[in-house]
């Protein structure tokens, strides 16, 4: 093959994109259809998720997620069927692991009965036992990614789930096997773009950076966005990426911008197994709508580490939003929170020490950045978001309740009424937001093999 083409549909499944746009996409009869379906940016929730529902996609703490990929999954379906292409999706359902994989394969399955589509299905999952973690972590074989602390056996042992990411090798092996679709677990962005690439034998330096570059849909284009489809071309010395709404076009700056996007280092992509050495790399415009990308260099590790990513639960969230626009009431915030943080103190002194917390959110003074805030307040009204934490719901609920309450009519010098200090725009005042979680786990596994803990099973569809 002297070129390969690479759809990206959207930088999210679920996120959307014009139909137009797709139908554009299709007509330069690309090669492969790839798509990302997760992501650590939305938090530790779905991984620490614990029911996908009965059927996957109707109930449970997932059913509306799925519903939303499931809009898009349709006619990406159809689309890579009609054209007798692979569609391949990778961290699927959020977060990559099992009951995630299970149940977008479910949706998958669904729609092909419904739509009379015949293909064959791979799934690779890619959830981790923790009794493997234990004894990788006993072997000295698990390190920190980062700034995290040295994994321990608590908290392995306190993870609900423990996904790795993959790298791009379980997708070229499930492509080698003859998979048509295929549903993947928790993987690297750019691992789904440029498996196809390279089992063909194209360079992975270039395929790797292309897949970078395709994961986010078009948000390397000018202007960008998420929810709009791009192509990428690979050949034997670069690739082009081009935006397939005719509104959209991709400049040096947009391309090489986004080549940055979620880096620690300007000049090394790190991906499972090595990195793309970018201190060569040379963006020239191709057309007025498109870049050109060459010089990207693929180096090998000598040791190969998957990502692990573990998420452990830590009790359930009331949170209550409400306002303030009275001047009094401003200038003595943060005085009423602190009362309200030793109140609650003494009215919950009966929960264990630790296994509850009360946090402040002050939107438009530093609820983004906290005690980090370099800016000073001057405005006139402020939003207020009460998170209450706890070992169950009706006492998280019960805290939250307890302290908007207090803050409504607690007393202030220069106070000029007995209530009032908040507005609230909700009844009932305190929403239930079910389980917590924080990531307990964010560290490097080194494995034998990249296809060492990534099972494939391939199953017909429709026959």
């Known amino acids: 093959m002297d070129e390969i083409r690479?759809?990206?549909?959207?930088?999210?499944?679920?996120?959307?994109?014009?139909?137009?746009?797709?139908?554009e996409g299709m007509s330069r009869k690309p090669h492969a259809i790839a798509v990302d379906a997760g992501s650590t940016d939305a938090g530790p929730y779905y991984l620490g998720i614990r029911s996908a529902g009965a059927d996957g996609s109707r109930s449970g703490?997932?059913?509306?997620?799925?519903r939303t990929m499931s809009a898009d999954l349709r006619p990406l379906l159809r689309a890579a069927v009609d054209a007798g292409i692979p569609l391949i999706v990778g961290s699927a359902g959020g977060a990559g692991g099992n009951l995630h994989v299970a149940g977008i394969a479910m949706l998958v399955k669904r729609i092909a009965e419904e739509d009379g589509l015949n293909f064959r299905l791979a799934t690779i999952k890619a959830e981790i036992d923790p009794t493997i973690a234990s004894e990788k972590l006993r072997e000295g074989k698990i390190t920190p990614l980062g700034p995290v602390p040295d994994l321990t056996a608590q908290d392995v042992d306190r993870a609900v789930r423990i996904v790795a990411q993959m790298g791009i090798e379980p997708f070229v092996e499930a492509l080698r096997l003859g998979a048509q679709v295929i549903i993947a677990g928790r993987a690297s962005d750019p691992s789904m773009f440029a498996a196809l690439p390279i089992l063909n034998g194209f360079d992975p330096g270039l395929a790797i950076h292309m897949g970078k570059i395709l994961e986010c849909g078009a948000i390397a284009a000018d202007p960008g966005s998420g929810s709009?489809?791009?192509?990428?071309t690979l050949m034997k010395d670069h690739f082009v990426v081009e935006p397939m709404n005719a509104a959209r076009r991709c400049t040096v700056k947009s391309v090489a911008a986004h080549s940055l996007y979620e880096a620690s280092d300007p000049w090394h992509l790190r991906e499972p197994g090595g990195l793309v050495n970018l201190e060569r790399v040379s963006f020239e415009p191709e057309t007025d709508r498109s870049v050109r990308v060459a010089g990207s260099e693929f180096v090998a590790d000598s040791i190969y580490r998957v990502k692990l990513e573990g998420a452990e639960f830590i009790g359930y969230r009331t949170i209550c939003i409400a306002g303030t626009r009275d001047p009094e009431v401003i200038g003595h915030l943060d005085e009423i929170l602190d009362q309200a943080r030793l109140r609650a103190a003494e009215q919950f002194s009966d929960l264990p020490l630790g296994k509850w917390s009360l946090h402040?959110?002050?939107?438009?003074?530093?609820?983004?950045?906290g005690p980090l805030e370099t800016e000073s307040f001057h405005g006139h009204e402020l939003g207020l978001l009460i998170e209450a934490i706890a070992p169950a719901q009706e006492q998280a609920s019960s805290i939250c309740l307890f302290v908007h309450a207090f803050i409504l009519h607690c007393g202030f010098p220069g106070r000029r009424s007995t209530a009032g200090n908040l507005a609230f725009p909700l009844s009932p005042q305190d929403i239930a937001a079910g389980p917590v979680h924080r990531f307990s786990i964010y560290h490097l596994m080194e494995v034998n093999s990249?296809?060492?803990?990534?099972?494939?099973?391939?199953?017909?569809?429709g026959q």
Do not use: R, W
């Not at 690479?6 to 139908?23: M, Q, R």
């Open 6 to 23: 690479i759809l990206s549909p959207t930088a999210i499944l679920g996120y959307g994109f014009p139909v137009d746009s797709l139908e």
């Open 61 to 66: 703490e997932l059913a509306d997620f799925f």
């Open 228 to 232: 709009d489809v791009m192509l990428g």
């Open 360 to 369: 402040f959110h002050v939107y438009g003074k530093n609820a983004v950045m």
């Open 450 to 461: 990249p296809l060492e803990f990534f099972p494939i099973q391939l199953g017909e569809v």
